[in-house]
């Protein structure tokens, strides 16, 4: 074959390969239009941010809002399907494709943007630590020798040790960000991985864990007689809706979140659901 005829043949299969990556990026948004159908997964017990009646199985907070109005921008007759997710198996759905995006208290950070596109932050909270009031545990620096609960999949454990890196408590010696398994580490503090937040607190309550680390505003909604938020706040967390790596719905998602926190759209949900 000559030169010309192999040119010619790569120029048409190239040009097939654009034009079929072309249609795979427009036709996610597309399928969401014809069907009239946004499948959004989002978290059930996260008081202001997602919650679930019991009664009626409505969603309300500041993400099914969000997921609402990301509806009704993608088609006047599209609506919203909810599918209840935790931290630790959010991924497992979204990867799936059972789900077009996730809008689950999902942290934005460099590995994860490996993984997933995610959208500008809609909402901020810091990590910190929920305790038993009889405890006698007032500060991180009172965790020496205890073993906190995480939920599996969060970054909690990880921020943690950083934080207690940055306050002189622990070593750094032992810690590398990339390769950190909160299972493994032994270090002054230990961790134990549950699969939901109800789980981490009877663990609490029979003592196998003496905290609980995860943002504060989903420790939040856990406070009572029993139980207290240390005073101590770190690692900001910004939240962003993910959805899977060059799907069309990515930039147009994010699109949205950008504007509305530039025209403080935003600004007025948080204040409508979390009261601030």
Not at 86 to 98: A, F, K, M, P, Q
Not at 118 to 147: C, F, M, Q, W
């Amino acid at each position: 074959m000559s030169i010309k005829k192999v040119s010619l043949v790569f120029s048409c299969l190239l040009g097939l390969t654009l034009c079929f990556h072309s249609f795979a990026e427009e036709s996610h948004l597309q399928t969401i239009k014809d069907y009239e159908e946004f499948k959004v997964a989002v978290k059930n017990d996260i008081r202001f941010l997602s919650m679930q009646d019991e009664r009626s199985g409505e969603y309300k907070g500041l993400e099914p809002t969000i997921a609402n109005m990301i509806a009704k921008e993608i088609g006047e007759d599209v609506e919203v399907t909810f599918i209840t997710i935790t931290s630790s198996n959010r991924e497992s759905i979204l990867d799936s494709g059972y789900a077009d995006c996730m809008i689950g208290t999902y942290t934005i950070s460099d590995d994860r943007k490996l993984r997933y596109d995610i959208s500008a932050p809609y909402y901020e909270s810091n990590v910190t630590l929920l305790v038993n009031r009889n405890s006698k545990l007032d500060s991180v620096a009172d965790l020496i020798g205890k073993k906190i609960g995480i939920i599996k999949n969060s970054n909690s454990a990880k921020e943690l040790v950083k934080y207690m890196i940055s306050k002189g408590l622990i070593d750094d010696a032992q810690f590398d960000e990339w390769s950190f398994k909160p299972e493994l580490w032994t270090d002054k503090i230990a961790f134990e991985c549950y699969e939901s937040n109800q789980a981490v607190l009877e663990a609490m309550e029979r003592n196998h864990v003496q905290a609980f680390c995860c943002d504060k505003v989903i420790l939040s909604s856990f406070t009572d007689d029993k139980l207290k938020l240390l005073n101590e706040e770190f690692s900001p967390q910004r939240y962003g809706v993910a959805t899977r790596q060059g799907s069309d719905l990515s930039p147009f998602i994010d699109a949205l979140i950008r504007k509305w926190h530039d025209d403080g759209t935003l600004e007025r949900l948080i204040s409508e659901n979390l009261g601030k």
